[in-house]
């Protein structure tokens, strides 16, 4: 895909977060818990990262 011009952005996950979370997850399933007696989480580490030309960004 190629974008020509304009702004570009959005929110994106930090991945060293998201990983620690899913790694902690399966230490618990590991250690013999049921995946379905776990909570579903919601990820609160999102950040918004935007792109435009001119910002100094190559």
């Known amino acids: 895909m190629m974008?020509?011009?304009g702004v570009l952005g959005g929110s994106v996950i930090l991945s060293e977060k998201h990983g620690a979370s899913a790694a902690g997850i399966a230490l618990k399933i590991?250690?013999?818990a049921e995946p379905s007696s776990l909570p579903v989480e919601s990820d609160t580490s999102l950040i918004p990262v935007f792109y435009y030309?001119?910002?100094g960004q190559a």
């Open 30 to 32: 590991l250690d013999g």
């Open 3 to 5: 974008v020509e011009g």
């Open 53 to 55: 030309p001119g910002d």
